[in-house]
């Protein structure tokens, strides 16, 4: 059998009209700073280092509807953050542009919408969960 090769993800890529907007936006609201940058794409990172957020400007990219609807352009994916304060983590994002989704599915976890429409989640991180890379991520936190 053949040695599985090395994988590193280096960062999730959204889809964007605009990849410095979007990404202007989640440098905000996580205080990181630009690691490259390129006229239709952006990579964002921790200062600390580690997996980071991409961003690509994409001319055909339709806002994606919150919760799914059956003909409507879905979700591909969305983040879940971990904060350490809920309500002040909501207030914080929506001053920074995003808006809270009209469904909330669970109590504990807000759904936020970025400003093209993305879907992320906002929960309280455990007292296991540290600022560091989990070994295996929070599994409750779905939205």
Do not use: N
């Not at 990404?23 to 990579?43: H, I």
């Not at 409507?72 to 309500?87: E, S, T, Y």
């Amino acid at each position: 059998m053949q040695k599985r090769p090395r994988y590193t993800l280096s960062a999730a890529v959204l889809d964007c009209p605009d990849a410095h907007e979007l990404a202007a936006f989640y440098r905000r609201l996580f205080g990181w700073a630009v690691r490259e940058s390129e006229p239709d794409w952006v990579m964002i990172a921790p200062p600390e280092g580690g997996t980071g957020l991409s961003f690509q400007t994409e001319p055909q990219f339709v806002r994606p509807t919150w919760p799914a609807e059956p003909g409507a352009q879905q979700m591909m994916l969305h983040l879940d953050i971990g904060v350490d304060d809920l309500d002040s983590a909501v207030a914080h994002a929506g001053d920074m542009g995003a808006q809270l989704a009209d469904v909330q599915p669970q109590d504990d976890v807000r759904v936020m919408l970025d400003p093209v429409g993305h879907p992320f989640c906002l929960y309280v991180r455990s007292p296991e969960e540290s600022d560091e890379v989990p070994e295996a991520g929070p599994a409750k936190h779905r939205g």
